[in-house]
């Protein structure tokens, strides 16, 4: 497919957006949302790549990080293996997610597809729309672009950052540690008296210097180069 080689070729994170934007607008997607997951830590959602279009209500006043964490179609993508779809439709009380074969009717509808890599669940992509194909050949065809956007999406915005970073610090080599003996990130926080938040920035820090996508793939690289 000329729009896969176009992707995985794109030298900038802006050259790949318009290559899967113009694939996908013709099918009725016009929300666009990627995200990695570590799925060391319970498939804790850990960066956004790419948000695009109006996936929060007007006037809904929550971090889009926050919101993302808890939505039931990021949570279900974490304990299933399959792409599918869901739609969101509006309810009494505010809005309600399901996990359907078809979308149809009123709402937000969109297919949510996972991707893995060597170390499990990496991230997912999902696309969106108010009226979308949900025909099996476009659900294949999305989840093949979806796979090669993610991957070229990781390299172009997470190496170059990697590549100008130094080597890493006793503390990002300690928390690494004990994040790959199975410490909770609130347990290591409370034993070296810091906050959560910079717990979450060393992390951070220590994926972009070993070039890692998620914390899991940072710990077994960091395992084999020993790299500190």
């Given amino acids: 497919m000329p729009t896969l080689l176009a992707v995985e070729r794109s030298k900038q994170f802006s050259e790949l957006q318009h290559y899967v934007r113009n694939f996908v607008a013709p099918l009725g997607y016009d929300r666009i949302l990627s995200f990695t997951v570590n799925s060391s830590l319970e498939g804790r959602l850990e960066r956004i790549y790419w948000l695009e279009g109006l996936w929060l209500e007007q006037g809904q006043q929550i971090d889009v990080a926050t919101y993302l964490r808890h939505c ?12 599918f779809f869901w739609s969101k439709i509006p309810a009494a009380n505010g809005e309600r997610y399901k996990i359907v074969n078809k979308p149809q009717g009123q709402g937000l509808h969109g297919l949510q597809i996972p991707i893995f890599g060597a170390t499990g669940l990496q991230g997912a992509f999902s696309f969106a729309g108010d009226t979308i194909d949900a025909s099996s050949s476009s659900r294949l065809a999305l989840t093949s672009l979806a796979n090669v956007a993610f991957f070229r999406a990781r390299y172009l915005l997470e190496a170059p950052a990697a590549a100008t970073k130094g080597r890493l610090t006793a503390r990002e080599q300690e928390i690494l540690a004990w994040i790959g003996a199975g410490w909770r990130q609130a347990a290591i926080a409370e034993t070296l008296g810091i906050s959560g938040r910079t717990i979450e920035n060393h992390l951070r820090n220590a994926r972009l210097k070993l070039g890692a996508a998620t914390t899991a793939e940072a710990i077994r690289i960091n395992k084999v180069t020993g790299i500190g």
Wanted: proline fraction near 17%; avoid cysteine.
């Fill in 72 to 83: 039931p179609a990021t949570q279900h993508v974490i304990r299933h293996d399959e792409p």
